[in-house]
């Protein structure tokens, strides 16, 4: 398999619903577990406690409970940490506000169903922005993650480009 393929392979993995610890988490196990969720494919850094934070201050995110972050956070964080590599916070408010209007949870696995929609077109070089029936929210909801993906995805293929060069060296 080419390492681009598996690049763009590996975007599957970020965690589904089921997989987002259902308890609370301080703010440095939530950090950790983001990280961790993307495995290099996002800058360094890209989250931060102060982020995080402000996220919260700016009405983003939900405020903790008791200073535990809950699955719902967990969830809302990691369609953040994708949408912001191509959207304004103002941009990602109002995707967010149209894909949770019936829960996070609901609105989170709409978000990974059309994160693995563009994964799996993209591997097959097919990306389709408009669907039949698609409502202005999903046509956003599809363009906005699909702009995301593709500059992860470029940033990754960049940076293993680097890393084959210095091997080579």
């Given at each position: 398999m080419p390492e681009e393929d598996r690049?763009?392979?590996?975007?599957?993995?970020?965690p589904r619903w089921e997989g987002l610890p259902d308890f609370g988490l301080y703010m440095d196990q939530v950090i950790v577990l983001i990280e961790r969720a993307f495995d290099g494919l996002l800058p360094e850094g890209e989250i931060t406690k102060s982020m995080v934070n402000n996220y919260v201050k700016v009405?983003?995110?939900?405020?903790p409970?008791?200073?535990k972050y809950e699955r719902e956070h967990m969830a809302m964080l990691l369609m953040i940490c994708i949408l912001k590599q191509a959207l304004s916070m103002e941009e990602i408010s109002s995707i967010l506000t149209m894909l949770c209007e019936k829960g996070v949870c609901a609105g989170y696995t709409q978000f990974i169903r059309e994160v693995d929609t563009l994964c799996e077109a993209a591997s097959s070089g097919q990306i389709v922005l408009r669907q039949d029936g698609d409502d202005a929210g999903r046509l956003a909801l599809r363009a906005g993650v699909t702009a995301a993906i593709c500059t992860i995805y470029a940033r990754a293929i960049i940076a293993h480009g680097k890393k084959e060069k210095i091997e080579k060296k």
């Open positions: 690049l763009m392979k590996t975007m599957l993995q970020i009405q983003l995110i939900p405020r409970t008791g200073k």
